[in-house]
C-alpha cells in the first residue's frame, strides 16, 4: 500500500519553485524569476504590526477575520472602484482563498475555465480537487475574449476564472472587456472566480473590476502585491453569501485565521499611497519592454510585474537552460501554459539586474 494519497498524481513541484532552488545553489546569479515586490512593507505599517504584538494581539481572531480589517477591504473597494464589496471574509492571502473557494464550490467533473496562459495554481488545485481544468487559448495578445470563453463552455461548465492584471502575462482587461465576459457568465450561468491581487499596478488603463457587473462572482484580492507583505498571508474574499460561508466554515478547519498581528497592519496598508511603487514599476516595465523588443517578440505588458516574451525558434525550454547556463534565471512559459512557447521575466528587481538580463538575453536571441 502506498503512502501517498491518489490526488497526489494530480499536481507536481511548482517549476517556479524548481528554478528557485536551483538560485539557491547559483553565485550572484541574474534574478528575473521571482514573483514578489523587491519594495519592503511601509514603515508606517511595520509599526501598527509592532505595536499590536506589544499590546498582545496575537491570538486567533475570528476565523473570517478582523471586523476592522473586513470593513476597510469594502471601503477599499469602494474608494478605488465605486463599489462595496459584500460577505467579505479575510484569508491567508489570495493562495487560500483559492483553495476555499475551489473546495467550497466544485465538484468531480466540473469544468473551470481559465485563460492560458494562466497562473500556476489555478490548473493543479483544480485538478487536486477532481475538477476539470479547460484553459482558453489566449495566444498571441493573451487577452480572454468573450467569444473564445464561449467557445469553450460546455454543460459541465461551473466556473470562470478571471485575473487581471495577469501573471505571467502583465496582459489587463479593459471594462469592455469585463462587460462581456460577464455577459457570457451570465448567460451561461457561470460563477466568476476573479483574482485581482495586481489591481494596484496597472500602467496605462484606468483599474476595473468585474465585481459589480454581475451577482455570482468571488473576489480574491491581498496585500502581497500591494503592500509589499507576501510573507505575512493576508488576503480577502468577498461574493455570494453562501459562497463565502461555505469557505469561512472551511476555513474553520484549515487555516483557522489569518495572522492576527498582520490583520491589524493590513488595514493601514490598504489606506497607503501606491502612486510611488506604481510609477516606479511603470519605469521597469518600459525599461524591459523596449530593451526586448527589438529582438523578441513580446506584449507589452499593461500591468503586474511580468513580461512574457517568446522563445526564439518558439523553444521556451531550450531558450531557459540557454539563459540559465549564462547565470540568468527565468521560467519556462511552459509552468503557466499548454504551450512551450515563451518564457517569464519577472521585473521585480533593480534597474542594473535588469538591464543585465536584458544584455545577456539579447545576446543569446543573436545567437539562436
Given amino acids: 500500500m502506498s503512502l501517498i494519497a491518489e490526488r497526489m498524481s494530480c ?5 517556479i519553485r524548481k528554478v528557485f532552488a536551483l538560485a539557491a545553489k547559483m553565485k550572484n546569479p541574474i534574478n528575473l524569476s521571482i514573483g514578489q515586490p523587491d519594495y519592503d512593507v511601509a514603515d508606517a505599517v511595520k509599526q501598527v504590526a509592532i505595536q499590536a504584538i506589544r499590546d498582545g494581539f496575537n491570538k486567533y481572531t475570528q476565523t473570517w477575520g478582523t471586523q476592522e480589517l473586513r470593513e476597510e477591504a469594502s471601503a477599499y ?10 460577505n467579505v471574509m479575510i484569508t491567508c492571502g489570495v493562495s487560500g482563498g483559492l483553495l476555499l473557494a475551489f473546495m467550497a464550490t466544485l465538484n468531480p467533473g466540473d469544468e473551470v475555465l481559465m485563460a492560458d496562459p494562466y497562473f500556476v495554481i489555478y490548473k493543479h488545485l483544480v485538478n487536486f480537487l477532481g475538477g476539470v481544468a479547460v484553459p482558453v487559448d489566449t495566444y498571441p495578445d493573451f487577452k480572454l475574449t468573450a467569444a473564445a470563453a464561449e467557445a469553450a463552455v460546455t454543460e459541465k461548465s461551473k466556473m470562470l476564472i478571471i485575473n487581471s492584471p ?3 502575462t502583465g496582459v489587463v482587461l479593459e471594462k469592455a472587456d469585463l462587460e462581456a465576459l460577464a455577459d457570457v457568465a451570465k448567460r451561461h450561468g457561470l460563477l466568476v472566480l476573479t483574482d485581482e491581487i495586481y489591481e494596484q499596478l496597472q500602467y496605462d488603463e484606468s483599474p476595473n473590476t468585474i465585481v459589480g457587473m454581475y451577482d455570482q462572482v468571488i473576489l480574491l484580492n491581498g496585500l502581497s502585491k500591494m503592500g509589499g507583505m507576501p510573507g505575512w498571508r493576508i488576503g480577502f474574499a468577498a461574493g455570494p ?3 463565502i460561508q461555505q469557505m469561512n466554515t472551511l476555513q474553520q478547519y484549515t487555516f483557522v485565521c ?3 498581528f498582520a490583520q491589524k497592519a493590513a488595514v493601514a496598508a490598504l489606506r497607503a499611497d501606491l502612486s510611488p511603487t506604481r510609477e516606479a514599476y511603470r519605469r521597469k516595465r518600459d525599461l524591459v519592454y523596449n530593451g526586448l523588443k527589438d529582438r523578441f517578440n513580446v506584449v507589452k505588458p499593461g500591468g503586474a510585474f511580468y513580461i512574457f516574451p517568446e522563445a526564439p525558434g518558439r523553444h521556451g525550454t531550450a531558450f531557459v537552460e540557454k539563459a540559465i547556463a549564462n547565470n540568468v534565471l527565468v521560467i519556462p512559459g511552459g509552468v503557466f501554459s499548454e504551450q512551450d512557447t515563451h518564457f517569464r521575466i519577472s521585473f521585480a528587481t533593480s534597474d542594473e539586474t535588469l538591464e543585465q538580463g536584458v544584455e545577456v538575453l539579447n545576446r543569446l536571441a543573436d545567437q539562436a
Fill in 258 to 260: 489569518a495572522p492576527s
Fill in 241 to 243: 453569501e453562501d459562497v
Fill in 166 to 168: 495577469c501573471n505571467p
Fill in 77 to 86: 473597494y469602494e474608494r478605488r472602484f465605486g463599489v462595496r464589496l459584500e
Fill in 11 to 15: 499536481i507536481d513541484a511548482s517549476g
